[in-house]
């Protein structure tokens, strides 16, 4: 006897949905992936691709080669039918759209970038979500050594094309700003010992401190040890414009800078804002404990887009991963009757990379509060379990091994 396969329906392939993907019976389901990505991308290890230490291809996994079987659309989700069970698609190769049906649908599709409205933003600022945002800091990076170095440059100009800047001073502009301290230290005095002295770096935040949702001792570890490495910061300050020559701040005061990096917070994805649907105050579609929408049988939301009522979830990889392992094990056991178990997280400690060897590390389970060089160790111990193949477990040692025997490649392609 032939059972029916149901048509589950994925949204993304962030950590949510590749850890459904992974985890899903495609016995029980004939699973479709719709999304405008055809790799997972381990975004813990995205600032470390700006400046050549990790290579790009060592942190995705292609979709397509990791879960055989299952059918993967490259496109977005533009709309969310709930009523006729659809999800109108739009391709992002080619003009096409069409309806995609569904029995079973979850919705993994993250957040975007908040820009806050400010103006330039958008024209001028880079992002750091995606492969191509990373490859963008790399080419303006090195485009702005080399300019610098051409005969007739002024000294001004060359201060402004050397200035970095980060609007955010939470885990992704710090880390920048850790990779850049790596890279002037060790990369540019070789390549570029001219101007490896008058590279400065600035961090921006309209919150009172770096790394808000850390400890304070951890907070003040990062603000002395990155006073001491030259970078600026700069907390509870606004930014009011971004320029292609720099920036605004309060007061009609112009900071010139040759690059802004906008990390400055989360905003709804597109299609979520659309959906009527409860969501929380930051706009999060809100699910029962079982990670179903509200009100809505078989459309499940995980991940950064999602939050199960009464849970207060951090936007981070290790709910999402965990909610998308959740959500295959509870897909896989439908029909066997079992009570609902539900979701619960399982907080593995956070840690953040800030360059040199150091790093701040709040382990959840001992609640111990480390700094410095044990606690890079343990950041790097917890990013190589979290790395999802055993290709990305060989490959981002031997990264990391290349750029330190032989330097960083930071070439004009
Ligand atoms: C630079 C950086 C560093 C980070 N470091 C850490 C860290 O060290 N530790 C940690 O825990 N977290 C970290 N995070 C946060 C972590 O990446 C997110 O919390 C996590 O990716 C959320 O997973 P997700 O599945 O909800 O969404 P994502 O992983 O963002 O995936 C969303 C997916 O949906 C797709 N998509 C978007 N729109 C649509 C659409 N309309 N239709 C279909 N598909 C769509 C996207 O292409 C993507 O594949 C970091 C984030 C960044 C940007």
Not at 60 to 85: H, S, T, Y
Not at 159 to 188: C, I, K
Not at 327 to 351: D, I, Y
């Amino acid at each position: 006897m032939t059972v029916e396969r149901k048509r589950l329906l994925i949204l993304g392939t962030g950590f949510g949905a590749f850890a459904l993907l992974r985890g899903i019976d495609q016995r029980a389901y004939d699973v479709t992936v719709v999304s405008p990505r055809n790799h997972f991308l381990f975004t813990p290890l995205l600032p470390s691709t700006t400046v050549g230490t990790i290579e790009y291809r060592t942190i995705i996994e292609p979709v397509r080669r990791r879960c055989p079987g299952a059918q993967f659309l490259l496109a977005k989700a533009v709309q969310i039918d709930l009523a006729a069970r659809t999800v109108h698609c739009q391709s992002v190769v080619t003009d096409a759209v069409w309806e995609q049906p569904y029995d079973v649908l979850a919705v993994a599709v993250g957040c975007v970038t908040n820009t806050f409205g400010v103006p330039g933003v958008e024209q001028h600022a880079h992002f750091l979500k995606e492969i191509e945002d990373a490859r963008k800091i790399r080419h303006t990076l090195v485009v702005n050594l080399e300019r610098a170095s051409l005969p007739g440059t002024s000294e001004e100009e060359q201060a402004r094309l050397l200035h970095f800047v980060s609007v955010g001073a939470g885990p992704t502009g710090v880390r920048f700003a850790g990779e850049l301290f790596d890279l002037l230290r060790q990369d540019l005095p070789r390549s570029y010992p001219h101007l490896a002295s008058k590279v400065r770096v600035t961090l921006l935040d309209s919150s009172q401190s770096v790394l808000n949702a850390y400890d304070e001792a951890l907070r003040d570890y990062v603000r002395q040890e990155f006073l001491h490495r030259g970078v600026t910061i700069h907390t509870g300050t606004r930014v009011q414009e971004v320029t292609d020559r720099g920036l605004y701040l309060p007061n009609h005061e112009f900071l010139p800078c040759g690059m802004v990096l906008w990390s400055a917070g989360f905003a709804r994805n597109p299609v979520i804002a659309a959906l009527e649907n409860e969501k929380d105050r930051s706009g999060r579609l809100l699910t029962d404990d079982t990670l179903q929408v509200l009100g809505q049988s078989d459309v499940y939301a995980l991940g950064d887009c999602a939050c199960p009522t009464g849970q207060t979830l951090p936007q981070l990889a290790q709910v999402a991963e965990q909610q998308g392992r959740y959500l295959a094990k509870s897909l896989n056991a439908r029909g066997q009757r079992l009570p609902a178990v539900p979701f619960r997280w399982k907080h593995w400690g956070t840690s953040s990379f800030i360059g040199g060897a150091a790093a701040v590390a709040d382990t959840a389970h001992t609640h111990a509060k480390l700094s410095g060089y044990w606690a890079y160790q343990q950041w790097r111990a917890a990013i190589w379990t979290q790395l999802v193949s055993v290709r990305s477990k060989v490959l981002v040692p031997l990264d990391r091994f290349r750029a330190f025997a032989f330097g960083r490649d930071i070439s004009k392609l």
